[in-house]
Structures are given as structure tokens and as C-alpha cells.
């Protein structure tokens, strides 16, 4: 079920619908119009019932392989088994891509079979210690890691991350009674932290200096950050953006990764400045 090798490195985006498809999209928009020839493949559930349409800015698109789930990032543990790449960076769709990483990439490659970022950044670029991460540091003594965007190569050590995620994220529930205290446990899947303890219970580090593959994450930026605490921070943010790919939150200009959560934040104008200024770039 591996599909064929395309690439030594590319990137994989899952996505499970149509909304998640075009954000996927331009996510890839967002890489290529900084890495113009990097390779990008779509992971979806059923690459037959994917209109074309969403297929620009993508080098291959392939299906699960095995049982699939309608919340993407239960599909995490796929991924080793479906990346045509003999290294591969996963993100999330709702992300976008704000800077070359072809260094970041080499220090991977060098460095790691498997990493996760161990901090998350908010949109002035700090680093933040969320509530979570507060929790399972001091109430469980883990290793928190992060899951927006991460890193694996095809090998053996990384395959044991992979493996155990097959158990852990296919029994969530299950697994967050087994080793969480009930004021602790998510009220939903929460991919950090399933791959949390899934890099914690199998002994195989997979964390990384916390300036390598870290991002600027929205959620938490706005529930822990120098921002206070609202639900949705798309009602309370001013998002500014241009043609020429750039997206400013607030007064600042967002450089790296960021990711964003809200389906809210990609708007119509958001999309086609990010689709036209991947057009002028790789045209």
C-alpha cells in the first residue's frame, strides 16, 4: 500500500472534504511561492471524488490506505505508509507557509528521523507555554510536542512512532482514560496531544530545538498569549493581506509558519492573493 517513491523530500497534506481541500491548496500556494520546487502531495480519503480544481499547486495526490476517519488529524498515523517522499514535513491544511525552509529541511535530514516542534510561537513570534503543555509537564513529567507541522524519514526508528499512533489515535478515548486524570482529558481528538504521548510511552526522541519546525499557532496565541482569551480569534483580530503573498494579524507581519485553525481566517480574497502571487512566482 506505500505508494511509489516521487521525491527524497517533499511535504503531505491530509484532507478529509471539500473546505479542507482549497485550504489545503493554498497552503500548497503558500509553499511553492517560496520553494518553487519543492513537491507537495494531498492525502486524501478518496482521490476519485476530489475535483480537479483543487489539484493545482500539488505534485501528486494519494488516497488512505487503510481505515478513514472524518476528523483529518486522526488520520496522523497513515502518513508514514502513504508519503511518496523518503523524508517528509507533514502540515496541517490550515496552514501557511511564510518562508523558504530548505536550511531547516537540511538540518532535519542531518539530524533527526523523526521531530516534532516543542514550542509554539504566538503572532509577535515568543514563545508560549500553553495550559496543556503546563499540565502534562507537571502532572505527568512528558515531554510535550507539537503537531501543526513535523518531520519524518522512512526508517525504522521513525516507523515506531507511527505504529504506536495506529493504536493510540484509532482508541482516543481510551487512551486519554488510561493515562489522563479526568480535569485533564480534551473533550474532543487532540492530535498534540496523542502524539505527546505516543512519543513519550515508545522512549524515541523525537523533539527538536525548539526554534527548528516551531510555528505561530492562533489558538493558542489568543488563549494564553498577550492577547487574551476569546473564543474565535478571527472576531477579534484584524487580518491584513496583499497580493504579494504577505499576511499581517494585528501590527505584525507574519513570517515562518502559521496556523491558523479558524476556516474563517481563509477568506475568498485571501485565497486568490495567495493563488495569484503563486501564479507570478512559478510562472
Not at 479542507?20 to 491548496?25: C, G, N, S
Request: proline share 2%.
Amino acid at each position: 500500500m506505500t505508494p511509489e517513491i516521487i521525491a527524497d523530500n517533499g511535504y503531505v497534506i491530509i484532507a478529509v472534504n471539500s473546505i479542507e481541500y482549497r485550504q489545503a491548496q493554498c497552503c500548497a500556494y503558500s509553499i511553492k511561492s517560496k520553494m518553487p520546487t519543492a513537491s507537495i502531495t494531498l492525502v486524501v480519503p478518496d482521490s476519485d471524488i476530489v475535483d480537479e480544481k483543487f489539484l493545482t499547486g500539488f505534485d501528486a495526490i494519494v488516497q488512505l490506505p487503510f481505515k478513514q476517519h472524518t476528523n483529518r488529524r486522526q488520520n496522523d498515523w497513515q502518513l508514514y505508509w502513504c508519503s511518496p517522499y523518503t523524508n517528509t514535513i507533514a502540515l496541517d491544511c490550515k496552514t501557511l507557509v511564510k518562508d523558504d525552509q530548505t536550511t531547516m529541511w537540511d538540518y532535519l535530514i542531518d539530524h533527526h528521523s523523526i521531530a516534532f516542534p516543542t514550542s509554539v510561537n504566538d503572532i509577535r513570534q515568543h514563545k508560549i507555554k500553553t495550559k496543556h503543555q503546563l499540565h502534562l509537564e507537571n502532572e505527568y513529567d512528558l515531554e510535550v510536542v507539537y503537531s501543526g507541522m513535523f518531520f519524518f524519514k522512512k526508517n525504522a526508528e521513525s516507523l515506531k512512532h507511527f505504529k504506536m499512533a495506529d493504536v493510540y489515535f484509532q482508541n482516543w478515548n481510551q487512551v486519554y482514560g488510561e493515562f489522563l486524570k479526568a480535569q485533564h482529558i480534551p473533550d474532543f481528538f487532540e492530535a498534540d496531544v496523542l502524539h505527546t504521548l505516543v512519543a513519550n510511552h515508545i522512549g524515541v526522541d523525537v523533539t527538536t530545538h525548539h526554534n527548528i519546525l516551531s510555528y505561530i499557532d492562533m489558538r493558542y496565541s489568543v488563549t494564553v498569549g498577550v492577547l487574551g482569551k476569546i473564543k474565535k480569534w478571527t472576531d477579534n483580530l484584524t487580518v491584513w493581506s496583499s497580493d504579494t503573498g504577505k499576511i499581517k494579524i494585528q501590527n505584525y507581519a507574519i513570517n515562518g509558519t502559521i496556523y491558523y485553525h479558524e476556516n474563517e481566517f481563509l477568506t475568498d480574497e485571501i485565497f486568490s492573493e495567495q493563488e495569484s502571487y503563486y501564479y507570478n512566482v512559478t510562472k
